[in-house]
């Protein structure tokens, strides 16, 4: 029972801010793939380093970075433009920062990376952070932000997603602004994506005509079905709520 108790104490967590359709995994494993704008919290995470990656729907890579977590404490990253950044309350414009009496200061920073200090443990930060600069004195503490509630994915697993073309005309289905499918003549076709929130856009053949583009909610139904055609609006059959059109 004590040592139960003493690992849920020294339990860390990384938080990713992310402005962009994106998979977070941590350590090798899928976290959450969240609307633009939304928070996603990996914890329970043991104090060491560990990995932190962006990565398409289909797996691939945008960008990585390397967290030093202490045991209890936490990193907050800023992801956008395929690559991480170490934000408020852990770094701010590369000065110290306070929030909630925690002191932040860089320490090294070049154009390929550098390390910030909270609390006295060493972080990795990622490129783009300013140069070093001197320790500055800590501001008056201010009160804590309450973080964004992350949205949790309803499923881990890939799930099973049918495209239906219901005029034949020829068409190419993109998802996060890569191509996945190509209608030549099929009347259906699928691909499994990652729980989360898409974004996903319907052209000719040709890429020339946007006929549909919006975001695509994955998780609460499995296999999701959608169709669409060249002149009408494309909807969701078993999950009305899971399709919105820009």
Known sequence: MWTMLIGLAEAARVVVICHNPVVVWVDGRITESPETGIQVVADGLSAGRHLVEARTALGRPLAAT???????????????????????????????????????????????????????????????????????????????????APVM???????????????????????????????RNQGKQSIRLTPGIHHVEIKDFMDREVWASGTLS???????????SKKAAPQSYNDPAALKLD
């Open 66 to 148: 390397t967290v030093q977590l202490a045991a209890a404490g936490e990193v907050y990253l800023d992801y956008s433009e395929q690559r991480f950044v170490v934000v408020d309350p852990r770094l701010a414009n590369g000065a110290a920062a306070t929030q909630s009496g925690l002191s932040v200061t860089v320490v090294s920073g070049t154009p390929t990376g550098g390390v910030a200090v909270v609390a006295g443990v060493p972080v990795l930060i990622a490129p783009g952070v300013p140069a070093p600069v001197a320790p500055v004195a800590p501001v008056a503490p201010v009160a804590p932000v309450a973080p964004v």
């Open 153 to 183: 994915a309803v499923r881990t697993a890939p799930v099973s997603v049918e495209f239906i073309s219901t005029d034949g005309e020829w068409s190419n289905i993109y998802v996060d602004g890569e191509l996945v499918l190509e209608f």
């Open 218 to 228: 994955v998780g609460a139904v499995d296999p999701l079905k959608i169709g669409f």
